[in-house]
């Protein structure tokens, strides 16, 4: 209403959750006769009932007037059938022509994600190419083939397994384990276990903190940069004990007031 557009946020997927009803079947109406310019009468024509445009993944329902899907994904209209599809495929880079993508199944992009974009999905995402200042949060894993320049503003957000080549300066948070080659100067929370392997398993600078365990080559470096470790409690717990802690002490501060 005030002029402004919107670059990202362009809905370009449109999700649909299992059951739902995709479309439906407008029967016929009766035709009207017509009249020729001498008045003779041409009969209307009976009108035939539409086919249902079905698919991939969907399911006509009970009554046969339309369609429902029969999996969560992204439903798509092509060749004259509906499809739902599981999974939603980028073939470049996440920017300005794509929009940010929010998404109920699988993502994969075969090129990098821009600075400033979002990557949202419920099941696992799988990155081609670099993040780069971006935000990029999975309900399932998430597989980063090249690594995160996140340039102090990545937030890479996963409830599964999290694994790529590097990291440097982003914020890191996975349920799970996290993978990786070299990480360097970034905020690191990991429930599981933090894995550095590869040719230099290097670990040096930020804030690393796992549930279970560190594996690395190398912890730190000979120019005094302070890197920070703390292995034992899931990060997720501790700061839930952070949080409980300050709120019963403000509930004993209000009680005292009371």
């Known amino acids: 209403e005030d002029g402004r557009v919107d670059y990202r946020n362009l809905d370009l997927i449109e999700n649909v959750r299992k059951g739902q009803r995709l479309c439906s079947i407008i029967p016929p109406k009766p035709g009207e006769d017509g009249k020729t310019v001498t008045g003779e009468i041409i009969p209307s024509s009976v009108g ?3 086919k249902l445009p079905t698919g991939k993944n969907v399911k006509p329902t009970e009554g046969s007037d339309g369609l429902i899907a029969l999996i969560d994904g992204q439903v798509s209209y092509t060749n004259g059938r509906i499809n739902v599809y599981p999974s939603y495929e980028v073939s470049s880079d996440v920017d300005n022509s794509t929009g940010n993508i929010n998404f109920i199944g699988n993502v994969i992009i075969r090129g990098n994600v821009l600075s400033g974009f979002q990557v949202e999905a419920s099941g696992n995402i799988e990155i081609w190419g670099v993040v780069e200042g ?3 949060k999975a ?5 980063i083939r090249r690594g995160v320049r996140g340039n102090n503003k990545a937030l890479i957000i996963s409830e599964g397994d999290i694994v790529t ?3 440097e300066h982003s914020n890191i948070e996975a349920k799970n384990d996290i993978k990786a080659e070299t990480i360097m100067h970034s905020i690191v929370k990991c429930g599981g276990k933090l894995e550095l392997s590869g040719r ?4 040096v600078g930020g804030s690393i903190r796992a549930g279970k365990e560190i594996s690395a080559k190398v912890i730190g470096s000979q120019l005094a940069t302070i890197t920070k470790i703390e292995v034992g409690v899931s990060p997720s717990l501790r700061e839930a004990y952070k949080s409980i802690k300050e709120e019963i002490k403000k509930l004993q501060s209000d009680l005292k007031k009371t």
């Open 139 to 143: 309900g399932g894993d998430i597989l």
């Open 134 to 136: 971006a935000t990029v």
């Open 165 to 167: 080549k590097y990291i």
């Open 200 to 203: 230099k398993g290097l670990l």
């Open 48 to 50: 035939k009932l539409a």
